[in-house]
Structure formats: structure tokens, C-alpha cells
């Protein structure tokens, strides 16, 4: 395990106080703050390196392709990929699941063809292929969501079948905090002769993450999430796949031969990185990798399951208080409701005293219908969080039920 307090020294946003009160930041499943490491990063690349990336000729730009192209192999071996040419950047989960839709989904779909999904998706991992299902005539199925917020996976060996093309599935859940067994569902979609994609959002950052034991097709995951730059996320795919597809984006870079007619394209991954890339956000996630592997994926998975579990059993002891999501097996996201507060109000009465946490529906409004809500509160925790935050959080709440329940 690592000393928390020291790595809470890396986050200078840490010290900051909100509404005169010091920030407790619970909001990590939206964004992550950003160590000193990676600020100083993409500060050092501005002031020293940059320049456009593979075409110049000259020394900057030799310096800049270099650590583009490092940062890529960084990404690569830390969600245990073994080729790099597999590993393509993009700006985040939902620009690289709206690639696999667009440049597999549209070449590879027909009429009465099947994409199996989970009730417990982010829009992201639904939207596009509701897409691609309306353009080509492939059917979508979901997996339920049982009470305790793990997936039906009896439904799910009735659901993955011959028609099956595709299963998706969220790795970690962005409301319930469930784990999911994406390793099962990637056997049961090979069986059925079907590829796995894993929306990896929120367990690339929190996870150890080994894309061949997971044995999926496609990982998605976006750096703003896992102590990198807005900006920068990307796509793992085996790289026979990458061959197979067609271009996502058309433009510079992904290109070999340009005629007024047709064009040729670029080797993997450049074929799906069109035009001038986030080169300093890429570095910066490559700087991210490093301070995660620092402290090692293991350790932050025991940080947050320990811390998960304290803030579930302090927040269960809260009357009258709804959790979601399972009590074992989760990441540090706890989603939960108050019989008399509306998420939003609390929310904001909890920002007052400088807690910062998220409500609404997360992006997941069919789970938000299963749960039988039209939003929750959200508190999501990460490797910088400590117990005494956790306690922040449980007094703010007393406070804030005392607001409500105090006679006007
Ligand atoms: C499970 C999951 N998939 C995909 C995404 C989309 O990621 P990008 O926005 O980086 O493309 C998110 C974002 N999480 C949302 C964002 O804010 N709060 C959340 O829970 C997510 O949690």
C-alpha cells in the first residue's frame, strides 16, 4: 500500500477550500484531479517540445513523435496489450465506442443481426449502437440488472447466441460500482462466434486492467478519468481487427495515397488517427500511466475497495437512506438517495460545506428506470481519498437533512 498523505501533496487542487471550507472532492467517476507530475508534463512539452507529430523533419518534431509514440506504448503495456499498434488514441470512451459502431458496426451489421448489451450502460456504450443498429437493421438485446445491481448472467447465456455479433458491456458500473464478469461474457460471445467490446471508463483507473486475461476484443477508456488531460482516451483493439475496418474519420495522417478519386490508407493504428492529434494530452496520459504504475494498480484497487466499503457501511447507517448497487465486489462509486432530499438539492447543500459530489441520472437514464429513479446522488472516490473525507461526507448529510427537516 502507499502513504495517501504523500500522494495527496502530488494534487495541489487537494488544498483548495470551497465555500470556506476545505474541497472534499467525492466526484472522481466524472473526472479525476491531476497530479503534479502530469501538469508538469504537458507544461515541459509546451515549453520545450512541441511540434506536429510524423510529418516534420526537423529536430522538435522528431522530439514530439517520440513521445507521442512513447506515451502510446505506455498505454499499451499498462491495460496489458502486446501489441502497440492495437492501442489508438481518441478523445475519450464515447469517441472510441463511436468508432467500433461506426468503422466494425456499419461494415459488419445486416438486417436481423444482434448487439447484446447490459441495462446498466452509459449512454456512450448505447447511443451508438442504437445508431448502428437504425442504419444497418441489427437488433439490440440487454442483459437485465437483478436487484442487487449485479447482471442476470442466466439471461445473458439465453441473450449471446447465434445472432449474436457483439457484446458490450460496462467493466465497472458508473452508478452501482458493480465489477462485472466482462471475462464470462467475452467467453459466451466467442462461443456464439461474437466480439467482446469493454467500456473500460471506469476501470482502467481503477482496476488492474489486462485486455488479453479479459480476453475482449475492443477496451475503451479515457484519460480524463484515471489522473490524465481532458481530451485524450483510447480504443484497444486486436490489430487484425484494426486491419479489417474501415477508417472512422477521413483527413491527414490516416491516409498512404490521395487521388482526386480515392485515397489509400495509412498502417494501423495511424488509419483511425486522422488529422492533428491531442499530442500534448497523449503525453500527459502517458505521464498518468507512469504515476499510476508508481503506486501500482493493486494498491489502488485495495485503497478503494477498503475505503469503498467503509463509505457504504457509514452511508448505510444513515436512516432512511437508499445504496445502490452491491454491498461486495465494487469500485469506490456509491449512488444513493434520501427519502426527503432531492439529489440536486443535496448536492448543492453539500457543495456549500465544500463536498463535492454529483446528481442526476449519470448518463445511464434506462438504469436510472430500473432502479426506479430519476436520479441519484453519486459520491465516487479514488486513490487520494482518505477516511476523514468519507466522515466529511456523512456529517454534510446530517447537516443537510437538518436544513430540510427544520421548521421554515
Ligand atoms: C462507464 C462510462 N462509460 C463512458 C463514459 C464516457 O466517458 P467520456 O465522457 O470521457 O467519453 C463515462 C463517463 N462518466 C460520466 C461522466 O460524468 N459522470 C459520469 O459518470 C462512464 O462513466
Redesign the pocket.
Known amino acids: 500500500m502507499y502513504d495517501v498523505l504523500k500522494v495527496r501533496r502530488d494534487f495541489p487542487i487537494l488544498e483548495r477550500e470551497v465555500n470556506g471550507r476545505p474541497l472534499v472532492y467525492l466526484?472522481n467517476?466524472?473526472?479525476s484531479q491531476k497530479p503534479l507530475q502530469v501538469i508538469r508534463t504537458l507544461s515541459r512539452y509546451y515549453e520545450r517540445h512541441n511540434a506536429n507529430i510524423h510529418r516534420g523533419v526537423h529536430r522538435l518534431a522528431e522530439e514530439a513523435t517520440g513521445l507521442y509514440e512513447e506515451a502510446r506504448g505506455k498505454v499499451a503495456r499498462f491495460i496489458g496489450a502486446p501489441d502497440p499498434r492495437g492501442l489508438v488514441f481518441t478523445?475519450?470512451?464515447?469517441?472510441?465506442?463511436n468508432l467500433v459502431a461506426h468503422a466494425w458496426g456499419r461494415k459488419n451489421l445486416r438486417e436481423g443481426d444482434e448487439v447484446v448489451l447490459t441495462e446498466a450502460?452509459?449512454h456512450?456504450?448505447l447511443v451508438p449502437w442504437q445508431l448502428a443498429a437504425r442504419d444497418t437493421g441489427a437488433r439490440l438485446r440487454f442483459i437485465p440488472v437483478l436487484d442487487d445491481g449485479t447482471l442476470d448472467m442466466e439471461a445473458a447465456e439465453h441473450l449471446i447466441g447465434p445472432r449474436t455479433r457483439l457484446v458490450g458491456c460496462?467493466h465497472?458500473?458508473?452508478?452501482l460500482g458493480t465489477v462485472n464478469p466482462v471475462e464470462r461474457l467475452a467467453e459466451l460471445a466467442h462461443e456464439a462466434g461474437a466480439l467482446m467490446l469493454v467500456?473500460g471508463?471506469?476501470s482502467a483507473p481503477h482496476l488492474p486492467v489486462d485486455v488479453t486475461s479479459l480476453g475482449c476484443d475492443f477496451f475503451?477508456a479515457?484519460g480524463?478519468?484515471m489522473l490524465g488531460p481532458t481530451g485524450v482516451?483510447f480504443l484497444w483493439a486486436r490489430p487484425e481487427l484494426l486491419e479489417e475496418m474501415e477508417p472512422f474519420l477521413g483527413g491527414g495522417e490516416m491516409i498512404r495515397e490521395v487521388r482526386l478519386e480515392r485515397s489509400t490508407w495509412n498502417e494501423i493504428p495511424y488509419k483511425f488517427e486522422a488529422g492533428t492529434m491531442n499530442i500534448a494530452q497523449a503525453i500527459g496520459l502517458g505521464a498518468a500511466v507512469d504515476y499510476l504504475g508508481s503506486l501500482g494498480m493493486e494498491s489502488v484497487r485495495e485503497h478503494e475497495r477498503r475505503l469503498g466499503a467503509y463509505a457504504y457501511r457509514r452511508l448505510a447507517g444513515v436512516e432512511g437512506i437508499t445504496l445502490y448497487g452491491p454491498a461486495e465486489n465494487r469500485t469506490g462509486v456509491v449512488a444513493f438517495n434520501l427519502p426527503e432530499v432531492h439529489p440536486h438539492d443535496l448536492s448543492q447543500l453539500l457543495d456549500q460545506e465544500g463536498v463535492a459530489i454529483?446528481s442526476g441520472h449519470?448518463?445511464?437514464q434506462p438504469l436510472m428506470r430500473r432502479l426506479g429513479v430519476v436520479a441519484t446522488a453519486?459520491a465516487?472516490l479514488y486513490l487520494y481519498n482518505t477516511e476523514e473525507e468519507v466522515e466529511a461526507l456523512v456529517e454534510a448529510i446530517a447537516r443537510a437533512r437538518e436544513f430540510f427537516e427544520a421548521p421554515a
Open positions: 466526484d467517476a466524472a473526472t478523445r475519450g470512451t464515447t469517441e472510441s465506442i450502460e452509459h456512450s456504450n460496462v465497472a458500473s458508473n452508478v467500456d471508463a471506469q475503451a479515457s480524463h478519468k482516451g454529483r449519470h448518463c445511464c453519486r465516487s
